[in-house]
């Protein structure tokens, strides 16, 4: 007869084996609509930290603390594979739905100032299926919004349209003041008693 200690001994690993697969399942789902993802080094900071830090994100960002174990787990055979070397000391881990990415990285570059946090830096982010190491950050964080690239497209087709449309006005003028020096012309020869030649006359 089994007694109640192995029984419970028997049940706690593969509780804990649940809870493991669960919390790297939720990792997983947050991965499937996430355009990039970054470590973020967070040794020292508190939970009011952490607090500020998630209230200052933008929507379709969000910031989790998870073991570095679990984050490998749910990123092998994954795009974000490659983000597995940053996975060392005390991360948390920035997943950001929105292909805003600078918007993203800004509250958290603001926290680091508020809180004189130049140590806890990043420790890296894949975007795009790349992999972009700390001091790589100043492209992510200076790359055009999703606005200020549809203001540059609709600049680079503006442009031509303009300069087509400057084109036909010209030529629209200089087709009326022919057709103004044709009208006088032909005033002229008829105040002078002169016979229109036909083609002035249609």
């Known amino acids: 007869m089994t007694s109640v200690r192995s029984a419970a001994g028997t049940a706690i690993p593969s509780i804990r ?3 493991v697969r669960s919390k790297r399942e939720a990792i ?3 991965l499937d609509s996430c355009q990039m993802l970054a470590g973020i080094w967070c040794h020292g900071l508190n939970m009011k930290q952490l607090q500020s830090l998630r209230g200052s994100l933008p929507s379709g960002t969000k910031l989790l603390v998870a073991k570095n174990s679990l984050v490998e787990k749910a990123i ?4 974000w594979e490659q983000l597995k070397p940053c ?3 005390m991360n948390a881990w920035l997943f950001v739905r929105s292909d805003e990415i600078p918007p993203a990285i800004k509250p958290y570059r603001d926290f680091q100032k508020d809180w004189k946090l130049a140590l806890n830096d990043f420790t890296g982010a894949v975007y795009e299926g790349k992999l972009y190491g700390p001091d790589d950050f100043q492209a992510l964080e200076t790359m055009p919004t999703r606005m200020e690239s549809y203001r540059f497209l609709l600049g680079c087709l503006q442009t031509p349209a303009v300069s087509l449309l400057g084109l036909l006005q010209m030529k629209k003028e200089q087709e009326g003041a022919a057709d103004v020096a044709a009208a006088d ?3 002229e020869q008829e105040g002078a008693g002169v016979e229109a030649p036909d083609s002035a006359k249609e």
């Open 185 to 187: 012309s032909l005033k």
């Open 17 to 19: 084996a649940a809870v």
């Open 28 to 30: 997983r789902r947050e």
């Open 87 to 89: 996975a060392k000391g």
């Open 76 to 79: 092998e055979g994954t795009k």
